[in-house]
């Protein structure tokens, strides 16, 4: 299972950081990282990292502005928010894949991806 947490409201300009751990039955991870969905959008990539390698990936709409960590002992991934704007307000959602491109990279589409942790609201206001 993915537990995530640390969602949360905050004016723009501010801060907030998601954490997602991994347990019981999820059995080599290749890619873990980050998806959203607004309020009548569809689920869209945020960010995602290669488990082997470290190699991170982002939507440019969030590029300069979050991070995405891992810790390896703990199967835990941290989305840092910096800058956030209220087009940033959605459910995000943690999602890890058990394969990954062989050639480098990630998969964009949420259906490469078999796990998916319970979202967590972000909302920014302005």
């Known amino acids: 299972q993915l537990q995530a947490s640390g969602g949360g409201l905050v004016q723009a300009g501010g801060s907030l950081r998601l954490s997602c751990a991994a347990s019981g039955r999820i059995f080599s991870i290749k890619l873990m990282g980050w998806f959203r969905q607004a309020p009548g959008k569809e689920r869209e990539f945020v960010s995602v990292i290669r488990w082997s390698g470290g190699n991170t990936y982002y939507t440019n709409s969030v590029k300069g502005r979050f991070t995405l960590s891992r810790d390896n002992a703990k199967n835990t991934v941290y989305l840092q928010m910096n800058s956030l704007k209220p087009e940033d307000t959605a459910v995000y959602y943690c999602?890890?894949?058990?394969?990954?491109?062989?050639?480098?990279?990630?998969?964009?589409?949420?259906?490469?991806?078999?796990?998916w942790g319970q979202g967590t609201q972000v909302t920014v206001s302005s």
């Open positions: 999602a890890a894949a058990r394969t990954a491109p062989n050639s480098g990279g990630y998969y964009s589409g949420s259906r490469g991806y078999d796990y």
